[in-house]
Every structure is written in C-alpha cells, then in structure tokens.
Nanobody, 123 residues
Framework: QVQVVESGGGLVQAGGSLRLSCAAS????????AAWFRQAPGKEREFVAA????????RYADSVKGRFAISRDNAKNTVYLQMNSLKPEDAAVYYC????????????????WGQGTQVTVSS
C-alpha cells in the first residue's frame, strides 16, 4: 500500500504561481510512477502531468505544457507540481496518484490516490 497526501493548494490570481506537494508513505515509492490529475466541477478527471519515479522522464497535457513542471525529491518521498502562469481554467481539485504504468495519462492506470487539494484562480 502507498498513501499519498497532497498539499499546497489555494487561491491565486491569474498569472500567478503555486507549488503543489504530494507526500508518499508506505511501500517504496520509488517503485511507482507518479502523476497529477485535476477535476473541475461538472467535468471528468483529467491528466495534468506524470513522472516516472526512478527516472527523469515526464509527460504533460498539452494544456499545461510550458507552464507546469513535475518533479520529485526521492529523499523526501515527495512529488511536486510547480504551476506558473496560472489561468482561470486551471482551477480544479488537483489529485496526486501513484501506479505501476509509466507515464500513464488514464486515471484507471493508477492504484493510489490522495484526497485532493483545491486550486482556485481568480481573473
């Protein structure tokens, strides 16, 4: 079992930045790929970014490419999502996930999920 807990959400003005954190515990997190998804009210959960934990490979949704960056700190068992140039359409609950499928963009490919952290972007 892997437990993940997100933090770092909040209210930010359009054009601003936030950094989300995903702290993992339980089984060796380095065995798993990690990802961020988001879900806005009335919409399906959508892929944001993924990181193959034991490597430097990343994958991004087109909508965030060039603005968001996923990274990890193995010593802290933590994955980060740096979000820059935020737009009102980025507002959502952001979820961290861990799974066995490298760089997957489908929620079903992830086994462990956090409770989510709210990001609100004011225009």
């Amino acid at each position: 079992q892997v437990q993940v807990v997100e933090s770092g959400g909040g209210l930010v003005q359009a054009g601003g930045s936030l950094r989300l954190s995903c702290a993992a515990s339980g089984r060796t997190f380095s065995w798993y790929a990690a990802a961020w998804f988001r879900q806005a009210p009335g919409k399906e959960r959508e892929f944001v970014a993924a990181l193959y934990w034991s490597g430097d490979e990343t994958r991004y949704a087109d909508s965030v490419k060039g603005r968001f960056a996923i990274s990890r700190d193995n010593a802290k068992n933590t994955v980060y999502l740096q979000m820059n140039s935020l737009k009102p359409e980025d507002a959502a609950v952001y979820y961290c996930a861990a799974g066995r499928v490298a760089l997957a963009a489908t929620p079903a490919d992830y086994d462990y999920w956090g409770q989510g952290t709210q990001v609100t972007v004011s225009s």
